[in-house]
């Protein structure tokens, strides 16, 4: 497979800067780079950015549990589907830590993803505590058990919590060490994209690793050089 290059674009950018950064991506697609491209931009902008960006698919950053109904504020799987995405990041560890985002809400969410076409991008990772307290594999093995009766397309994003947004990236045989446990639980199909920290001068080697197949990106997604850099590296590996 293609290696994937989702930009996790969390809650940054007005509209017209959402408008100049897809400018510099689609210059970056022009030469159609062999890469999956992901753009997760704000609800706001899911429409504004599905009519502009030239290649590539569109994801949401969350999604209400709810179908539709008297939630005020929230975003139901249809608004999504009919804004223009296919996609949907679910779990987000931001979400979970931040919003109390918990197993049995996303395990409603992914229901609502199958009844309305959306494919999930399921975020699993664990804090640092975690790690050290010898946790990991358990932790990954919940997060990732909500998925056991989806039938469906779906991807796995692991993104260690002490990795995301601090400069701090797992090194790529560490990164491995945990896709390859994850690989086991989803199969050959199931693309698992690696996330924390990733930027120009580490895309390549975490790439190069036999069960990471792309990279959701937060901070390098949004600087314009960079992550047209990052489509370029992703496009020039040498495939295993
Ligand atoms: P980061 O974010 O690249 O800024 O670490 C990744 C993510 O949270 O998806």
Redesign the pocket.
Known sequence: MDPII?A?W?MNLNSSEATQLIESINQAMSNKPEIDLII?PSFTYLNQVASQLTAGSIAAQNMSEFESGAYTGEISASMIQSSGASHV?LG???RRHKFNETNDMIKQKLLLCEKHNLIPIL?VGETLEERHAGLLNMVINEQLSVINDFKSKYYI?Y?PVW?????E?ATPETAEEVHAHIRKIVGEKTPVLY?????ANNIRDLLLMANING???????LKATEFSEIIKISHALERV
């Open positions: 989702a996790n969390k997760c990041l987000h560890s931001e975020c994003a993104e990795a995301i947004g601090t400069g990236t996330g924390g920290s990733v930027n990279a959701l990106i937060g901070g390098a997604s």
